[in-house]
């Protein structure tokens, strides 16, 4: 079934230059992007995307991250999208994430992990709509 969901590339990521690397391993998983865009997060847009673990201890540190440098923000396409770009992500924390996986290859440990993903249909609906109009989207 082909679904969109939401990817970031984070400014760890931007910063060591990985965002061909990443992108490549998203294209090579037969997830295509529909919508790319590189912006600087506010810390309010930071705080709004993430609003969701506003009650969680990280919450104010995640958000200082995500908001430090320029960030990749992609739609990507494709069979079973979600569950496709969970694994290629790897486990949060780097250390724990299987070779051949974005994490393993480009995170530094549990905070700067390189990437994000949608969880859900519905946590991808919210973020693709968070930053993305529907006519922005191409496939």
């Known amino acids: 079934m082909s679904e969109r969901t939401l990817a970031i590339i984070k400014p760890d990521a931007v910063k060591k230059n990985a965002i061909g690397d990443i992108i490549a391993s998203y294209e090579k998983t037969g ?3 529909v919508a790319i865009r590189m912006m600087q997060f506010s810390k309010s847009t930071a705080e709004g ?3 969701v673990h506003k009650a ?3 919450f104010d540190s995640l958000c200082t991250f995500m ?3 320029p960030v990749v923000v992609l739609v990507l396409q494709g069979d079973n999208a979600i569950k496709k770009n969970r694994e290629l992500m790897g486990a949060t924390d780097p250390a724990k ?6 994490r393993k290859a480009h995170g530094a440990n549990i905070e700067f992990n390189a990437v994000h993903g949608s969880d859900s249909p519905e946590t991808a609906k919210f973020e693709i709509a968070y930053f993305f109009p529907e006519t922005d989207l191409v496939g």
Do not use: M, N
Not at 97 to 102: F, S
């Open 56 to 58: 969680r201890p990280f």
């Open 31 to 33: 997830l295509k992007p």
């Open 49 to 51: 995307f993430y609003a």
């Open 97 to 102: 994430a299987e070779p051949g996986t974005i």
């Open 67 to 69: 908001s430090s440098g």
